[in-house]
């Protein structure tokens, strides 16, 4: 940006002008409760899949953690920067329970 930036140039949200009107933001928080559901849905699903999977493999003799599986899940969430692996470690933990416990 230079000193001849004015209103007109700048991006929208700072323009002062809505970029979504009311109705619109209504329906999209619609979709984010929408959202919220789906992926509370899925994260119950991934822990009992999770658990399923420790379950049986520590019934077996195996180990808590597979470090491999944890390092790609990891993977999996690190477009999204540090908050991404949190959500990652997140999902583990609720799956495997907290380590060290
Ligand atoms: O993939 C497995 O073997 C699992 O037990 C699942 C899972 C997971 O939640 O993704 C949980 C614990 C393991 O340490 C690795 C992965």
């Known amino acids: ?11 929208p949200e700072t323009s002062g002008e809505p970029v979504a009107s009311a109705e619109e933001i209504a329906e999209l928080r619609k ?3 929408w959202l919220d559901s789906e992926i509370l849905r899925l994260v119950k699903r991934r822990v009992e899949v999770s658990q399923t999977i420790g379950a049986a493999r520590m019934a077996a003799g195996g180990t808590r953690i597979v470090y491999n599986r944890e390092m790609d899940v990891l ?10 692996r ?4 997140a ?7 907290r380590l060290g416990r």
């Open 31 to 33: 979709e984010i409760d």
């Open 75 to 84: 993977a999996r969430y690190r477009e999204l920067g540090p908050d991404g």
């Open 86 to 89: 949190q959500l990652a470690m």
């Open 91 to 97: 999902l583990l933990q609720l799956g495997r329970g």
């Open 1 to 11: 940006m230079n000193a001849q930036t004015n209103e007109k140039d700048s991006a």
